[in-house]
């Protein structure tokens, strides 16, 4: 004599998934598409931070060059040049560096705001020239105060004929 066994609940050959185990396994998805996102807006931000501040010290280093070229006569500048809008020592760029206007007058138009000074230095036959080059952070939202990032760069430059 044979014994079959009964087997409750189950059918032979059925195979699938229950509803349980597919909205765990969408949750799981969520929440990795969810972290993905996440990382996706820092690394598109830290990016863009990346390239501003290059642009910047581009512009920066431009600005020495022309300085460079262009010292001799050139007049020395007040110690808050740096930090102030200073007739003559301050230029307002827009997005490729392309100077738009003096600060006071374009700042609407620019992206980047380029400051520089001209100083006496403690080394004989020298300069202290210093360039800053400042931008608005479109990340942050601030309805107080103006937020900005800023390149400097200094450096002692030889007077011509001293």
Known sequence: MRVVGIRIGTRTGEQGFTLIEAVVAIGLMATALVALVGVL????????????????????????????????????????SLWRNQTGFCEALDEH?????????????????????????????????????????TAVASTESEQHDEVRLSTLMLVPGA
């Open 41 to 80: 807006v820092l690394t598109v931000n830290a990016n863009r931070r990346a390239k501003e501040t290059s642009l910047a010290v581009v512009f920066a280093e431009a600005k020495l060059e022309s300085l460079r070229h262009g010292l001799l006569g050139a007049p020395y500048s007040s110690a808050e």
């Open 97 to 137: 560096g392309v100077v738009v206007g003096e600060c006071d007058a374009s700042l609407a138009q620019a992206v980047f705001v380029r400051r520089w000074s001209i100083a006496v230095s403690p080394v004989a036959g020298t300069v202290a020239v210093r360039v800053a080059v400042a931008w608005q952070l």
